[in-house]
């Protein structure tokens, strides 16, 4: 054998490797099959979301339902039409960013709920186990 052929490498190939699909996690699947825990789960998401509604919907009932006393107390025509026409749509506005906002929160922690919990024990992509 000369020096050229030992020094040659040979490459050894087997059959392509199967990628194996991601494990289904477990909230998500008992979310999916509607059980006793995944019914628990979509609950909770549900009864966030209702609170953050009716806050919403009693701090609106306050700030407008104590219009009519403040228009009542100024007894000014000029004022109560710069109120209705101005003031009011701040803390509307600020009351619908601020429910969007919790919405959006609820939601976020509800996927990250469903999404952190593999089914074999193994964290999932991108995330170290705690």
Known sequence: MSAEQAARRERVTGEPR???PLPRHR????IDEQT?????????????QL???????AVLALTVGTLPLA?????DDAVTWCVLGFAVYGPLALIAWWYVRTA???ERDF????ADRP?????????RAE
């Open 104 to 106: 959006e929160r609820n």
């Open 51 to 57: 609170r953050a509604a009716l806050t919403g919907f």
């Open 71 to 75: 228009f009542r107390a100024l007894d």
């Open 111 to 114: 996927a990250r709920l469903v």
């Open 36 to 48: 006793a825990l995944g019914g628990a789960y979509v609950r909770s998401l549900m009864r966030g």
């Open 18 to 20: 199967r990628v194996r």
């Open 119 to 127: 089914t074999d024990g193994r964290p999932t992509q991108g995330r």
């Open 27 to 30: 909230a998500q699947s008992e």
